[in-house]
């Protein structure tokens, strides 16, 4: 590792402790590619349904917070653990996981955090997919929502039935539903404003987590940002540049930007 390297390692380190948390340091939860399989069509479940993940699913999409004995379990506990406090002492009910481009691992750190606070027997979880224009959260559970926010927002579908109930309790999901093209525009509309405050206000123990889409691919965090209490920001060590980084940070200045994840693979 170069000078270069070392320092770039080194100040998103000081970055993330700064804020209160620890950096992933040596995560195996880099981004993938799609989760699509040789064209396979994922099966299309509504809300009817519960989503059972089966430990194949969880393998392929490295969803390992379930886990009662391991490493990779135990440190998404550990960062449950600082965000639950903080969240707490600030009196903050919603949190936005974004980064600063596609591929840097935010929707997977969201997927395990998300199931990680959902096991304290004392919270439960609200996972939101908000990137309407790419959502893919879906793909990490393995399944074809028949409907989501996009499909709440422009087509009046009702809400119970875009929301999905997985096998883990207290978890959950909020599909992003059929992409669109005009999605910052979706996201400001008064009718977004009105669902935020509703399922940040309606149950005194749930907290929301939102999969926000990369501050730097397009403008849809900015829209959503004045919804949101606290941002938690993921760096892909190896991809993230400092300056992208940083730039994000600066597009974030208004925002309560609690703490960096660093995410890193080998």
Not at 92 to 119: E, F, H, P, Q, V
Not at 238 to 261: E, F, H, M, P, Q
Request: with cysteine.
């Amino acid at each position: 590792m170069d000078k270069l390297e070392k320092a770039m390692q080194k100040a998103r380190q000081e970055r993330a402790m700064s804020a209160g948390l620890s950096p992933l340091a040596s995560s195996p939860f880099a981004a993938q590619g799609s989760l699509l399989q040789s064209g396979r069509a994922l099966p299309v479940i509504n809300s009817k349904d519960v989503v059972t993940l089966t430990e194949e699913q969880l393998d392929r999409s490295r969803i390992v917070a379930h886990h009662t004995r391991s490493a990779e379990a135990d440190v998404f506990r550990l960062l449950r653990t600082q965000i639950l406090q903080i969240m707490a002492r600030e009196k903050y009910r919603t949190l936005a996981i974004t980064s600063a481009d596609y591929g840097d691992g935010k929707s997977t750190i969201a997927l395990n955090l998300a199931i990680s606070i959902a096991m304290d027997l004392k919270q439960t979880v609200l996972l939101a997919d908000i990137d309407l224009r790419k959502p893919n959260l879906h793909e990490f559970l393995g399944i074809e929502p028949e409907a989501g926010l996009s499909d709440y927002l422009l087509h009046d579908t009702p809400l119970p039935e875009c929301l999905l109930r997985l096998s883990f309790e207290r978890l959950t999901i909020l599909p992003a539903g059929k992409p669109i093209e005009r999605s910052s525009e979706t996201l400001g509309l008064p009718k977004m404003a009105a669902l935020a405050h509703e399922m940040k206000t309606r149950y005194p123990d749930r907290l929301i987590i939102y999969d926000m889409p990369p501050v730097l691919a397009q403008d849809d965090p900015l829209a959503f940002i004045p919804h949101v209490d606290a941002v938690l920001m993921v760096v892909r060590e190896g991809k993230s540049k400092t300056a992208d980084v940083t730039r994000c940070l600066d597009i974030l200045s208004n925002a309560n930007v609690i703490g960096t994840v660093l995410n890193e693979a080998f």
